[in-house]
Nanobody, 123 residues
């Protein structure tokens, strides 16, 4: 299984970005999916996750109400719509997939990770 994240870039505070993650797997719908981020000098942190069916999602408090995670099983695609970005959102964003995810917010539940896409928000 390979994950390819894209959509990062340089934006100004208050702008929006949509990140995508293409997943190469014929069993895409079997995987719980998530987004994580790592800012310079900081630990990787959970951003958002979505269940296999897409009927439930979870968000970090810092992004709740601003970010929306979604998946399109027919296209093997995971997305993260990010609105009202602020400089604290600057980080490399990673997508991750796990087949038997029980705890959506736990990094160890995810077996496969993408290479990351850089989001930079200027003030």
């Amino acid at each position: 299984v390979q994950l390819q994240a894209s959509g990062g870039g340089l934006v100004q505070a208050g702008d929006s970005l949509n990140l995508s993650c293409a997943v190469s797997s014929v069993t895409f719908s079997w995987y719980g999916l998530s987004w994580w981020r790592q800012a310079p000098g900081r630990e990787r942190e959970f951003v958002a996750a979505i269940t296999r069916s897409g009927d439930s999602s979870s968000y970090a408090n810092s992004v709740k109400g601003r970010f929306t995670i979604s998946r399109e099983n027919a296209k093997n695609t995971l997305s993260l719509q990010m609105n009202r970005l602020n400089p604290e959102d600057t980080a490399v964003y990673y997508c991750a997939a796990g087949m038997l995810v029980r705890e959506l917010t736990t990094a160890g539940e995810y077996t496969y990770w993408g290479q990351g896409t850089l989001v930079t928000v200027s003030s």
